[in-house]
């Protein structure tokens, strides 16, 4: 009976560490994702291209770290509260900070 026991409870402690770490990534991304905002750096860009009629930049950027996402060039929206000078051209370097909203890679800040 003893040995039944000391069965039962390793491997509920095995068990329990098998899904602690689990768990624990689980909760640390949650906090993460909680305080994501509030840590988000301006990147570097270079402007490629400008489309100020649909708010929509091509941007040469730094790594995205924040979003895990190595630099390239891509196309960007514009969130409508970020001001776009209008004299903003292909060569412009910059300093804008991204972010993810549901799936979509917003500019949500740009300054030169």
């Not at 095995?14 to 640390?28: I, R, T, V, Y």
């Not at 301006?42 to 950027?61: C, F, M």
């Amino acid at each position: 009976m003893n040995q039944g026991i000391a069965l039962a409870s390793a491997m509920l402690a095995l068990n329990l560490f098998a899904f602690a770490p689990a768990a624990h990534a689980q909760h640390a991304h949650q906090g993460h994702g909680a305080a994501a905002p509030a840590a988000l750096l301006p990147v570097a860009a270079e402007i490629r291209a400008v489309d100020l009629k649909a708010r929509r930049l091509t941007l040469r950027h730094a790594d995205l770290t924040h979003l895990g996402m190595p630099g390239m060039t891509m196309v960007f929206d514009v969130d409508p509260k970020v001001s776009l000078p209008a004299d903003l051209k292909a060569g412009d370097k910059v300093q804008v900070v991204i972010e993810d909203r549901s799936g979509s890679l917003i500019v949500t800040a740009l300054t030169r």
